[in-house]
């Protein structure tokens, strides 16, 4: 009985705590790798009511995480380069997607198959400093699966 009544507690606990969330995370995903392949790229949409900042990302399928921009150079070739944080504005969906900014798994611990599922941390900062973390799965897809909103051909 007494078991009982911490379970149902716990319970609460979880519920309120999930109900309090600052910010929603949509669409998770991480690309696909072949074996050897030694990083991958994770993709997401974050929405927040107040603005906040992603500021460092964890999968335990990786040994680090970095948060990437996609930039032209003088050269006039694109390439990525890793941010200290991307700015979520409030009220507007800020896309993490191929070609743009995006999350890049390092050091993978494991080859991503196509099907199988992860998670994503996010720490996000809001004005004052704070940080929440929230916990995603994500949905492994092949390399060259679409997105799952655009039209198929
Ligand atoms: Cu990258």
Same mark, same amino acid.
């Given at each position: 009985?007494?078991? #009982? #009544?911490?379970?149902?507690?716990?319970? #609460?606990?979880?519920?309120?705590?999930?109900?309090?969330?600052?910010?929603?995370?949509?669409?998770?995903?991480?690309?696909?790798?072949?074996?050897?392949?030694?990083?991958?790229?994770?993709?997401?949409?974050?929405?927040?009511?107040?603005?906040?900042?992603?500021?460092?990302?964890?999968?335990?399928?990786?040994?680090?995480?970095?948060?990437?921009?996609?930039?032209?150079?003088?050269?006039?070739?694109?390439?990525?380069?890793?941010?200290?944080?991307? +700015?979520?504005?409030?009220?507007?969906?800020?896309?993490?997607?191929?070609?743009?900014?995006?999350?890049?798994?390092?050091?993978?611990?494991?080859?991503?198959? &196509?099907?199988?599922?992860?998670?994503?941390?996010?720490?996000?900062?809001?004005? &004052?400093?704070?940080?929440?973390?929230?916990?995603?799965?994500?949905?492994?897809?092949?390399? +060259?699966?679409?997105?799952?909103?655009?039209?198929?051909?």
């Amino acid at each position: 009985m007494r078991g #009982f #009544f911490l379970l149902l507690t716990l319970l #609460f606990l979880q519920t309120a705590w999930a109900q309090t969330p600052q910010a929603q995370v949509m669409e998770a995903w991480v690309r696909a790798t072949v074996a050897g392949q030694q990083s991958t790229g994770a993709f997401l949409t974050l929405q927040s009511a107040v603005p906040l900042k992603l500021v460092e990302v964890r999968s335990p399928l990786a040994a680090a995480a970095e948060i990437h921009e996609m930039r032209v150079d003088d050269d006039g070739v694109m390439r990525m380069r890793a941010v200290s944080w991307l +700015n979520v504005p409030a009220g507007k969906a800020t896309q993490l997607k191929p070609g743009g900014y995006h999350i890049m798994l390092l050091e993978l611990k494991a080859q991503a198959k &196509a099907g199988e599922r992860t998670t994503l941390t996010l720490v996000l900062e809001d004005a &004052a400093r704070q940080r929440q973390e929230i916990e995603v799965i994500a949905e492994i897809r092949a390399l +060259n699966a679409p997105p799952r909103h655009m039209p198929q051909q």
